[in-house]
């Protein structure tokens, strides 16, 4: 089968590898029908991660069952699925409690830019749609993979509820997710961070009431004066920096909450101010499994259309130029046929 | 009137200064009835705090109405009266939405160890018992000022519900006071650290169900082991070190919220841990004006006795004592009877 394999920085080959098989009896061999490019994996094509040796890369994926283990039993082979980056038991008392990306069991599931995929815990994983979806729904559904539950669960973590006011940080893909979960979630007020023409379009299309183009300490008062000088009652952290993370916390109001999904790179809190702000703070790789079955229905309801940030759509095997379209900015996001 | 001065670290004094007089028409004049040594007092007592020159101390108490500005309305001379270690204007959004302790007028009310005190914002601030309450309530409530309201503060910031798991890191008054917290909120399991056998005693009366007497990695592996392998669901920071965030942090299980109080002293988080965690955080000076009224009825009604933690009490004039006990750890908390 084809696979996608990063090399080194800016190095992304399609190269043929064998086909995966079936190793523990919970596993399942699904075939891919979309996979993308996350905002992660430029970390590593831009050389933050290191790439110590060429390996598969790809944790986004939606696809139809191919084979199960024998103790596979929620899915079988012709279902139309759609699963988490982690793998992961849906049994363990940290899945129980809705933190499914801390199971004990978790494994994270790479390699997904690929023509099939290797699913371990196939029954705790992956969710499956009752029929095989229209075409259409294809990017709506693999957003739900990653970015659409990463945004989802940036909300939840912030406590978005009805009334709220939320700030976004990050104009990427999971912040503009994010955007429409707070819509979703029933925010009142919406005010997106971002600099970019299409973004704000999309951010104003998932529900964003304001937009705020400054950064930093511009970017701050910006949005401590839209909240009425209070600051806002949540905040979604989508980007994973240092300058980001500030521009969160000092968003929020006292007893307001800071919800980060963007993986953090070098950031850290001094504990002291984050004492006096009284800004509540959780984050975390997204627990998706907890959210698939909601938001499958909310897409096949046609409640969102969260596959509006793949704002480009290649054959699977131009990814190298899905890469270099997100690295240079001329996309949000990627999608592949494969 | 006395009021005691520190003038450096170790050095208390009882001086004779003016007696206080209504600055703005929204103060109260209140003839102090019991006061009392805070954990962060010593701060200043042990120079982490620096002394720049010699200031008044002391931000507890409780007392009786001597006089109030002419827009005084909710307090009446001769009324008992508790507030807290902010005064607070109890109407601004941040006090609407139960922070008073970052009301945009905050004021901290400093130098209560004196016979009487000037208390800004005296509405907002000061809730009255309805009759004078009986001598031996007099700890009980003096608690509700600070360290009760800071303890209870502590649980509800870790989402403390009925059925919880709770660890309490710090068997300071703070500490003990959470650990009441947390069992007046219903927690099921409450596990203190603590290495002190009158701490570890009083923990046990206010509610601890386990005791762990380890510290660092072995405090933790043993708040791990007792809560199944999981981690606590609710973790009181009551300390406010880096060793005590760490060990704080690291009993929480993924989802599981950590309530920080102790005032942090130089301490950092790394995002990335924090992320990986899955662990909520919050903290700050606790808005105790939000919990008066309710902590009030339970002193009242005989159904906590938050004044255990005062293990030493002395005349007034023997304030310096107080401090000296505390910090030789030979007393948990002074309280001082003017």
Not at 64 to 91: L, Q
Not at 101 to 109: H, L, N, P, Q, T
Request: charge should be negative; glycine fraction near 12%; hydrophobic fraction near 40%.
């Amino acid at each position: 089968m084809r696979a996608t394999i990063i090399h080194a920085p800016g190095d992304i080959r399609l190269e043929t590898v064998p086909d995966p098989t079936i190793v523990a009896s919970t596993d399942a061999i699904i075939r891919t029908v979309a996979t993308c490019v996350c905002g992660s994996d430029l970390w590593d094509y831009r050389g933050v991660n290191p790439v110590v040796s060429p390996h598969p890369i790809g944790h986004e994926y939606v696809g139809v069952v191919e084979e199960v283990g024998r103790d596979v039993s929620s899915v079988t082979p012709g279902e139309f699925v759609i699963g988490s980056f982690y793998a992961t038991d849906n049994t363990c008392q940290h899945c129980c409690s809705g933190y499914q990306s801390a199971c004990v069991r978790r494994e994270f599931v790479n390699g997904c830019q690929a023509d099939y995929i290797r699913i371990p815990f196939a029954d705790g994983t992956l969710v499956s749609t009752s029929d095989l979806p229209d075409d259409s729904l294809i990017p709506d559904l693999l957003a739900l993979s990653d970015v659409m539950g990463t945004g989802w669960y940036a909300a939840v973590a912030a406590d978005v509820r009805p009334g709220s006011t939320v700030v976004v940080v990050g104009d990427g893909a999971v912040g503009l997710s994010g955007v429409l979960a707070a819509r979703e979630l029933g925010a009142e007020r919406i005010i997106a961070m971002s600099r970019h023409d299409t973004r704000q379009q999309l951010a104003t299309d998932f529900g964003a009431t304001d937009i705020v183009t400054e950064r930093g300490g511009d970017g701050i008062a910006a949005a401590i004066e839209l909240t009425g000088g209070i600051g806002a009652d949540c905040v979604l952290e989508c980007v994973g920096t240092q300058e980001a993370m500030r521009q969160a916390l000092k968003s929020a109001r006292p007893g307001g909450n800071v919800g980060f999904v963007g993986v953090p790179h070098g950031v850290t809190i001094a504990c002291e101010e984050l004492f006096f702000s009284h800004v509540g703070l959780r984050g975390g790789p997204a627990p998706v499994r907890r959210f698939l079955p909601d938001l499958i229905d909310r897409v096949l309801t046609g409640r969102i259309e969260p596959g509006k940030v793949f704002d480009l759509e290649l054959p699977f095997d131009q990814v190298a130029e899905g890469y270099k379209a997100m690295d240079e900015r001329r996309a949000i996001k990627a999608l592949l046929r494969t």
